[in-house]
């Protein structure tokens, strides 16, 4: 069993807030390690009320539709929040100042797992995909290398595989260790998850981009940098994308020791070492006495479109090649590598028109780059909850691709107020994603628009749980549309 850094005698009682993947599986480790677990969320609901259930046999206690309440007796030692949960909310301030050992579930999965070599991802966008793209090449090396975190696994479901893994004997399965032990960690980790994990020390860091986002949580442009900058300053190795306006403007004052990235060939390269792409090849900057940088991969074993990914593509490699990976398994890996789901998802073709779902495009800059990335004329389908940011470049990227934009969720009638400002009228409100895929194809048809795309440029909460259910939703209704049509 791992307990590394836990002193199970002094913290008996944890109490785990939000009854997600991530809340459900802190609880059940903790309660493997002995400790008496309270988990909680302020929800309730068939469902929950069904988890609350299966919980409760095996001695977990769910309180649902409750809040941490510590004026109670019998506090907690232990309080592990759920990445949803805002880390600055009065109760955690409170526990904090009562000095109550307050982290996230990640952290708790970092104190069972550190003795395992972690990649951590993070950044504004591009995190989805350079943390799927390096999971793929360390598994194609064969190594046990789960993704985690914002992706896959909860981070405290990989702990726990981990720690049953551990126990299990020679006799009882006699490949276990063989089969079973866990490589490394790749983790994609977004700024929720780092603000409430002080200790989490990577092996390498990786940061893809920044630009505003989640600034109704963060407060400030600043606030948010620094939080993103903590993780990268605990990893040993720092791989940073040269080519995103702001990391490059920070450059080597903040990142001295930093591995760059640049699409845009070696002159551009930020420092003496890095990746680069250059005619048509990833290059890896000479680290011997040979002086002679080293080709690593063609471009065009990627199969995903777009600069962007091209981008994820460098940051993939240096992670790769940092940890030791042979150029066989990356060139291997990147060649299978067929995407991300919701991210530029090709989901059908119909009658020529393509229709790709685009929904983790859940701000400005990400839906830019979506949009960037197709070809025009373009249907696009844009809306959902809105996000504080600069909505500038993607306005002038509708002007030029788009020739019709349907508009949905509760940020419709304000995007179409926006629009409306900057002289662009072929827009039109049609509220639900139901009608948006109809319309569309329609729209598509009169326009001769080779492209429909779901790239919302929101959040997804006013009318689905989460952007994967949205995309799901798109993927359904475009299949049936097909399928009736």
Same mark, same amino acid.
């Given at each position: 069993?791992?307990?590394?850094?836990?002193?199970?005698?002094?913290?008996?009682?944890?109490?785990?807030?939000?009854?997600?993947?991530?809340?459900?599986?802190?609880?059940?480790?903790?309660?493997?390690?002995?400790?008496?677990?309270?988990?909680?969320?302020?929800? @309730?609901?068939?469902?929950? +009320?069904?988890?609350?259930?299966?919980?409760?046999?095996?001695?977990?206690?769910?309180? &649902?539709?409750?809040?941490?309440?510590?004026?109670?007796?019998?506090?907690?030692? &232990?309080?592990?929040?759920?990445?949803?949960?805002?880390?600055?909310?009065?109760?955690?301030?409170?526990?904090?100042?009562?000095?109550?050992?307050?982290?996230? *579930?990640?952290?708790?999965? !970092?104190?069972?797992?550190?003795?395992?070599? !972690?990649?951590?991802?993070?950044?504004?966008?591009?995190?989805?995909?350079?943390?799927?793209?390096?999971?793929?090449?360390?598994?194609?090396?064969?190594?046990?290398?789960?993704?985690?975190?914002?992706?896959?696994?909860?981070?405290?479901?990989?702990?726990?595989?981990?720690?049953?893994?551990?126990?299990?004997?020679?006799?009882?399965?006699?490949?276990?260790? #063989?089969?079973?032990?866990?490589?490394?960690?790749?983790?994609?980790?977004?700024?929720?998850?780092?603000?409430?994990?002080?200790?989490?020390?990577?092996? #390498?860091?990786? !940061?893809? @981009?920044?630009?505003?986002?989640?600034?109704?949580?963060?407060?400030?442009? *600043?606030?948010?940098?620094?939080?993103?900058?903590?993780?990268?300053?605990?990893?040993?190795?720092?791989?940073?994308?040269?080519?995103?306006?702001?990391?490059?403007?920070?450059? &080597?004052?903040?990142?001295?020791?930093?591995?760059?990235?640049?699409?845009?060939?070696?002159?551009?390269?930020?420092?003496?070492?890095?990746?680069?792409?250059?005619?048509? !090849?990833?290059?890896?900057?000479?680290?011997?006495?040979? /002086?002679?940088?080293?080709?690593?991969?063609?471009?065009?074993?990627?199969?995903?479109?777009?600069?962007?990914?091209?981008?994820?593509?460098?940051?993939?490699?240096?992670?790769?090649?940092?940890?030791?990976?042979?150029?066989?398994?990356?060139?291997?890996?990147? +060649?299978?590598?067929?995407?991300?789901?919701?991210?530029?998802?090709?989901?059908? @073709?119909?009658? /020529?028109?393509?229709?790709?779902?685009?929904?983790?495009?859940?701000?400005?800059?990400?839906? *830019?780059?979506?949009?960037?990335?197709?070809?025009?004329?373009?249907?696009?389908?844009?809306?959902?909850?809105?996000?504080? /940011? $600069?909505?500038?470049?993607? #306005?002038?990227? #509708?002007?030029?691709?788009?020739?019709?934009?349907?508009?949905?969720? $509760?940020?419709?009638?304000?995007?179409?107020?926006?629009?409306?400002?900057?002289?662009?009228?072929?827009?039109?409100?049609?509220?639900?994603?139901?009608?948006?895929?109809?319309?569309?194809?329609?729209?598509?048809?009169?326009?001769?628009?080779?492209?429909?795309?779901?790239?919302?440029?929101?959040?997804?909460?006013?009318?689905?749980?989460?952007?994967?259910? +949205?995309?799901?939703?798109?993927?359904? &209704?475009?299949?049936?549309?097909?399928?009736?049509?």
């Amino acid at each position: 069993m791992l307990n590394q850094g836990i002193l199970l005698q002094s913290m008996p009682k944890a109490h785990v807030i939000g009854l997600g993947k991530s809340g459900v599986a802190a609880a059940r480790l903790l309660k493997r390690d002995g400790w008496e677990v309270v988990l909680s969320d302020r929800n @309730t609901s068939p469902n929950l +009320r069904t988890q609350q259930q299966e919980l409760l046999a095996e001695q977990i206690t769910v309180e &649902l539709g409750y809040s941490l309440d510590l004026t109670e007796p019998d506090l907690p030692q &232990l309080i592990v929040v759920s990445p949803g949960v805002p880390w600055d909310i009065p109760v955690l301030v409170q526990a904090r100042d009562l000095g109550i050992e307050t982290i996230g *579930e990640m952290e708790l999965a !970092w104190r069972y797992l550190k003795s395992i070599p !972690w990649v951590a991802i993070t950044g504004t966008n591009g995190k989805t995909t350079t943390t799927s793209l390096i999971a793929s090449i360390f598994q194609t090396a064969r190594l046990n290398a789960p993704a985690c975190g914002n992706i896959g696994y909860a981070a405290c479901e990989v702990a726990l595989s981990q720690a049953e893994k551990e126990e299990q004997t020679p006799i009882q399965n006699p490949k276990s260790k #063989i089969q079973n032990h866990l490589d490394w960690v790749i983790a994609e980790i977004s700024s929720y998850q780092i603000e409430s994990s002080s200790t989490l020390k990577p092996l #390498i860091g990786v !940061w893809t @981009t920044f630009t505003p986002d989640h600034l109704s949580r963060h407060k400030t442009l *600043e606030n948010y940098y620094n939080i993103k900058a903590s993780l990268l300053r605990q990893s040993e190795i720092q791989i940073f994308n040269g080519d995103d306006a702001y990391l490059r403007k920070v450059g &080597l004052s903040d990142w001295p020791d930093a591995y760059w990235t640049s699409v845009q060939g070696k002159d551009f390269l930020i420092g003496e070492k890095g990746f680069y792409i250059q005619d048509g !090849w990833v290059f890896q900057t000479s680290h011997d006495s040979s /002086g002679q940088d080293k080709a690593i991969v063609e471009v065009s074993a990627l199969r995903m479109v777009g600069e962007h990914n091209q981008q994820n593509l460098l940051m993939a490699v240096a992670a790769a090649r940092l940890a030791g990976i042979d150029q066989n398994a990356i060139s291997c890996a990147i +060649r299978e590598f067929a995407g991300v789901p919701h991210r530029l998802e090709h989901i059908c @073709t119909w009658e /020529g028109i393509d229709f790709i779902n685009d929904s983790k495009a859940t701000n400005y800059d990400a839906a *830019e780059v979506g949009l960037g990335s197709v070809s025009s004329p373009v249907i696009l389908i844009a809306g959902g909850e809105a996000k504080a /940011g $600069d909505d500038t470049a993607w #306005i002038a990227r #509708i002007k030029t691709k788009a020739a019709v934009v349907l508009l949905i969720g $509760d940020a419709a009638k304000a995007f179409a107020q926006r629009l409306q400002e900057v002289g662009y009228t072929s827009y039109e409100i049609v509220e639900t994603m139901d009608k948006a895929v109809g319309r569309s194809a329609e729209l598509a048809k009169q326009y001769q628009a080779s492209v429909v795309l779901l790239s919302p440029a929101c959040a997804s909460f006013d009318q689905y749980p989460n952007f994967e259910v +949205r995309g799901e939703h798109f993927r359904q &209704l475009c299949l049936e549309w097909v399928a009736n049509n």
